[in-house]
């Protein structure tokens, strides 16, 4: 083992166990380092019976993923805990998730748990229990930018697996307070680490994204909640021909081809949802290219935020490659962001992450794609 034990204790860490390796090798490696490693894993839904127990389950909460947790603690020997987030993550995940697809929109609930209840409600409770800093499993990584004091959020080494897009709403207080551990090392590598420390999860599958739809049938649960959402409606062409009919507008995501159920000569994808007309528009490939975008709730991390038009790079959604750009801040804590080539599917609901090299600078929700003048 190169990881080493410092010889003095560096504080006292509370480390978020999913139950997965991530967090696991985690909480090893901050062992090893010399802090004194407290295990806290949340309880965010109540899944299904026949879902819980199943083999094939990938979902990083639930009753497995407690238990999983619970022997990892044992194996490392550090305090474990289980603290019950379930209203919490209904109102502010579950509940939001439903809405923005009623709404036309496709959201990341992802982002959401991490502003809201990881480095929310979870930062402020391990400090009930005397932690002094949360980490995660996340491959991100941290640091100062020595010219202005600022923290800043960094891109995971490894490139396939860096998730600084979904950390983005992270302020300057939450950043001092989080350790990302696992950040500066490849997926591989914390393989091998799981091994080497001997771990009980070191072989466990990944799990999937969106935790409480462990199925990935995302319209049975969303028309268990919202049957409202799937109100029969026409699909039109790019000139507002009728074309067919969908069965509901949450069936659907900006960029979509399959489920279209429409026979025509090329392949056809959802170009815009109009949601006020309940109506789905279909076009080419061609016909999903925007020139640019305007997000709100924007939140800054290395600056303050710009007081003029900007270039960085920037990511529309979690494996799109970053693109050139020019940000220009408006009123409201909304951004303009200008592209030097066109994007395809720009997604209202989805994130749009600004970067300069590995540097995360800030980040939006997107509300809406445009062509030509942003202002038309």
Known sequence: ?????????????????SGGVDSSVAAALLKSQGYEVIGVTMNLFSLPKEACRSENLRSCCGRTAQEDANRVAIALGIPHFVVDFRAEFEVSVIADFCREYRGGRTPNPCIRCNRFIKFGLLLERVKALGADFLATGHYANGGIDPASGRRLLRKGIDAAKDQSYFLYPLTQAELSRTLFP??????????????????PVAEKAESQEICFIPDDDYPRFLKERWPDAFCPGPIVDM?????????????FTVGQRRGLGIAAPRPLYVVAIDVGKNTIVAGGNEDLYRQGLEASDVNWISEEGPAAPRAARARIRYKHVEAPAMITPRDSGKVLVEFEKAQRAVTPGQAVVFYDGDIVLGGGIITRAFDGSPDA
Request: aromatic share 4%.
């Open 239 to 251: 000139r507002g021909k009728k074309i067919g009919t969908h069965g509901g507008i949450a069936h």
């Open 1 to 17: 083992m190169t990881e080493k034990a410092a010889n003095s204790n560096k504080g006292v860490v509370a480390v978020a166990m």
């Open 182 to 199: 696992v950040g500066e090392y490849t997926k591989s590598r914390i393989r091998a680490l799981a091994a080497e420390f001997r771990l």
